[in-house]
């Protein structure tokens, strides 16, 4: 094994002493990339998520007044109850699988692009081809973004538990003990629903937004600040237009007791008890702040996913790929 790796690594360093790189190291490459991306936008971004997700998982039928008042009163609340660390609760599984999460996600779309571009000729994709490569990346992510997603959310709400100890392993070891592998991807339909729609709205957006603004002459940084506006505005259109998913999926997904009064049965059956008990506008529950998010954890990751890290840290140039 030491020797397996230790040729690959030479026949990878090989490649870039040549400045050149074959399909699976540009692949590597590329996952590299994603992966880091992923752990920056994430860690830039993970405080306005758990106010996110607080927002959204209180529940009018509880009875009384709802602990947070709005997105401020959410914030200042958790800093002043559980300190700067109570912001970053949870973080821990999320940086863990969000690496493989944002690598298949931003690569498939990528990898999916570069089919349909060579596929037609053409440089430049049509649209059709734009939605499809998002769909693909969307599908593609959920094998990590639905247990990622689903203890994310156990551990972002788990201090609101007195004397609450419970770890993310600790609970993925009892859900699998009670329900095997299902009780991890508990709401795996509506995340898909959710990760789909967004892919088929985010990066046709970017993809579009980049062919327009984009100039042969615009130096890098240029390029990277274009890509870093168009992605943002991206994100904030699909995350607000996907909302209502992500409310229904948190719904679902919030298995500690104490914080649903309502037994949500699937998909269709949450939508209508949450119109039913809270009125349509619960369905946007959390979107300012999950706009806050998805926009900038977006331009973050595809524009430090477009800089090339993993080109730059092994010296490889981009046009031999």
């Known amino acids: 094994m030491p020797h397996s790796l230790f040729s690959k690594l030479c026949r990878l360093v090989s490649c870039v002493m040549a400045h050149q790189i074959s399909t699976a190291d540009r692949l590597k490459c590329k996952v590299f990339n994603g992966a880091f991306a992923g752990v920056v936008g994430v860690s830039c971004t993970f405080p306005l998520d758990l106010v996110k997700t607080r927002m959204q ?111 993310a392993g600790s609970l993925a070891k009892k859900l699998y003990q009670e329900k095997g592998i299902r009780g991890l991807y508990k709401g795996t339909l509506v995340t898909a629903l959710r990760d789909v729609t967004f892919s088929c709205i985010y990066f046709p957006c970017v993809g579009i937004g980049t062919q327009l603004f984009h100039r042969e002459s615009d130096s890098k940084f240029t390029s990277f600040l274009k890509t870093l506006g168009v992605a943002c505005v991206g994100g904030a259109v699909a995350s607000g237009m996907v909302t209502p998913f992500d409310v229904v999926k948190t719904r679902i997904q919030t298995v500690t007791p104490g914080f649903q009064s309502v037994t949500y049965n699937g998909v269709p059956d949450t939508f209508v008890k949450v119109i039913k008990n809270e009125g349509f506008g619960a369905l946007f529950k959390g979107c300012v702040p999950r706009m806050s998010v998805i926009a900038p954890l977006m331009a973050i990751a595809q524009s430090v996913y477009f800089i090339g890290v993993a080109e730059s840290l092994f010296g490889i140039n981009t046009a031999h790929y």
Do not use: W
């Open 57 to 167: 998982s209180q529940n009018k039928s509880m009875g009384g007044p709802p602990k947070y008042r709005n997105v401020f009163h959410c914030f200042s609340s958790i800093f002043k109850s559980e300190g700067p660390l109570g912001l970053y609760r949870g973080v821990g599984v999320n940086l863990l699988l969000i690496n493989p999460e944002k690598a298949i996600k931003l690569v498939v779309n990528d990898e999916l692009r570069r089919h349909f571009a060579v596929k037609s000729g053409k440089s430049k994709i049509s649209v059709k081809h734009e939605v499809l490569a998002g769909a693909g990346a969307g599908s593609c992510q959920i094998i990590i973004t639905t247990p990622m997603e689903l203890l994310k959310i156990q551990m972002q709400l788990a201090s609101q538990i007195p004397g609450n100890k419970m770890t």
